[in-house]
């Protein structure tokens, strides 16, 4: 049985869900299963669209991930300097390295996600939210 389809791009991304149908759920296997957040379908389980346009085409999701883990590191090292009264730099690579350790399924998921909603060209298209034959 298909998901709630998602109602809004937005919703989708964070959902992780297909870009063209907005009901078929990209990875396979939820956050909790920390051992397997990075297994994604082949092809979407209600419309049938295949994710990897091309071999390596989620290459460029590490240059989202990048941006996405640099963003995190600015903002932390300026908390850590505004509230924590500079502290020594040996605090500001334990906070960023473990936040980065933490983050880096989260990174995963959103840059893949990111990746196919805006640099590919899959649109959405209602017709694809019925479940397509077994």
């Given at each position: 049985m298909p998901n709630k389809p998602a109602k809004s791009r937005f919703e989708a991304i964070v959902r992780?869900?297909?870009?063209?149908?907005y009901s078929g759920n990209v990875f396979k296997y939820p956050m909790s299963k920390i051992s397997k957040f990075n297994i994604m379908y082949d092809d979407c389980p209600v419309c049938g669209l295949h994710y990897e346009l091309?071999?390596?085409?989620?290459?460029s999701a590490m240059y989202i991930s990048y941006a996405l883990s640099s963003g995190v590191t600015l903002v932390l090292g300026f908390l850590m300097y505004k509230f924590f009264n500079d502290p020594a730099l040996w605090v500001y690579a334990t906070m960023i390295i473990s936040s980065m350790l933490l983050l880096s399924p989260l990174s995963l998921r959103f840059s893949r996600m990111l990746t196919l909603h805006?640099?590919?060209?899959i649109r959405f298209d209602?017709?694809?939210?019925?479940?397509?034959?077994?």
């Open positions: 992780c869900m297909c870009p063209r149908c091309e071999p390596g085409y989620f290459y805006y640099i590919s060209p209602k017709k694809y939210q019925e479940q397509r034959p077994a």
